[in-house]
């Protein structure tokens, strides 16, 4: 999911709409699933109870929720100096074993339904209720969705994606009480296996989504480039790298090298990189710390040759970069300094890549210059 930090967000607000679209959603919850328990127990029909039972497991997950929200409003403590809003992801977690848990006894159910052979006696009731129940959860699902987006909330996401799986899980025990009436077959304990699949695999996606979340995912491409560009214009700002971006749900830490004039005095490069920090403290929801690189960029020599270096590097790696390029003189030798940066799939090892750049430095220039090369991994996309 793409979240724009570069827009300060109202976290009290969010909070209130998260807490008040679960509150609605449990209420709903529990009067879909004590009409579908009902009608299944009364005609025998173990696909309209088990959809019961995925409503009133709704209620549960609904409970996980509120409990995570409150965690995660919690402020910043000794122990826990960035929040506690990741413990939106903990929710999110909880609720998705909860589908799984379900979607098992399901199956479960189901099989036997089918070994058994019973079927189950068709009631108009029951085509009532599940069809106010597909019109309830569509609405949940359109509702906790736009929620979801407006506020980055990544448990009301997985709530709205529970709510279109039971929409489908709904639709198709409709169309199977609807089927054994008017035909011979008897697709109850089918339908009943089909619903608990559909239950799993949206179970599964929340769980998948939420632990990337956990474990550290690199920020879009998106937020990245728009990050590069809101720096870019500041004036004596020539170039950045070495971004990093960390998210803790309802707040971004960044770290950034930028490049500045060499012959700028350290007094108004540190209150530019002040007015920058500042600047994104202020206006958006990333804390963002700034290293300050100087570049030579009034010495025709030194950029004569890092030109030449940047395109003998394009020719042999047309996906690297390089930056923090120095040239420093000691004694008759010159020694060139500078990083480049690789992309994580690339196969050859940081000690190939090195010797391969610096045997195309050497062909090319005199034995007066030694070059020092380090590479790392790009951190965005």
């Given at each position: ?16 709409a ?5 509150v ?13 328990i ?8 173990i ?20 409990t ?18 990741r ?23 189901s ?18 209720v ?44 409709l169309?199977s ?5 008017f035909?011979?077959?008897n ?43 809101r720096?870019?214009?500041?004036e004596?700002i ?23 004039d ?6 108004a490069?540190h ?29 025709s020599?030194?950029?004569m040759?890092?030109?030449?270096v940047?395109?003998?590097?394009k ?47 050497l ?6 210059y ?12």
């Amino acid at each position: 999911m793409y979240d724009n930090p570069l827009v300060k967000r109202d976290n009290f607000n969010r909070q209130r709409a998260t807490l008040k679209a679960t509150v609605l959603s449990m209420l709903l919850n529990v009067l879909l699933a004590a009409g579908k328990i009902i009608c299944g127990a009364l005609f025998g029909a173990i696909s309209v109870l088990a959809d019961g039972f995925n409503n009133l497991s709704d209620c549960g997950s609904n409970i996980i929720t509120v409990t995570g929200v409150k965690l995660s409003a919690k402020p910043a403590d000794k122990e826990h100096p960035y929040g506690h809003a990741r413990g939106e992801y903990i929710a999110a977690m909880a609720v998705a074993f909860i589908i799984l848990l379900l979607a098992v006894e399901l199956f479960s159910q189901s099989l036997d339904k089918i070994i058994s052979g019973t079927g189950a006696e068709f009631s108009i009731l029951a085509i009532v209720v599940l069809s106010v129940g597909i019109a309830v959860k569509l609405f949940m699902f359109f509702y906790n969705r736009h929620l979801g987006k407006k506020y980055s909330s990544e448990i009301l996401l997985a709530t709205a994606v529970d709510s279109i799986s039971d929409v489908i899980a709904s639709a198709v025990v409709l169309i199977s009480i609807i089927v054994g009436h008017f035909t011979p077959l008897n697709p109850d304990g089918y339908i009943g296996c089909l619903v608990a699949v559909v239950i799993a695999i949206s179970g599964i996606k929340i769980l998948k989504r939420t632990i990337s979340e956990l474990i550290g995912e690199s920020p879009s491409k998106e937020l990245t480039d728009e990050i590069k560009k809101r720096l870019l214009c500041y004036e004596g700002i020539y170039g950045i790298h070495d971004l990093a971006v960390h998210n803790y749900v309802n707040k971004y830490y960044a770290s950034v090298h930028v490049e500045i004039d060499a012959d700028t005095p350290v007094l108004a490069a540190h209150e530019l990189i002040d007015k920058i920090e500042k600047d994104f403290a202020l206006s958006t929801d990333i804390d963002l710390t700034i290293h300050l690189d100087p570049v030579v960029l009034h010495d025709s020599e030194v950029i004569m040759i890092r030109q030449n270096v940047e395109e003998i590097l394009k020719r042999l790696y047309p996906v690297f970069t390089m930056h923090d390029f120095r040239m420093v003189k000691s004694y008759d030798e010159y020694k060139i300094i500078f990083e480049v940066c690789v992309p994580y799939e690339t196969k050859e090892s940081n000690e190939q890549i090195i010797r391969n750049i610096t045997d195309k430095l050497l062909a090319e220039y005199s034995l007066k210059y030694t070059f020092l090369i380090t590479v790392e991994h790009d951190l965005v996309r």
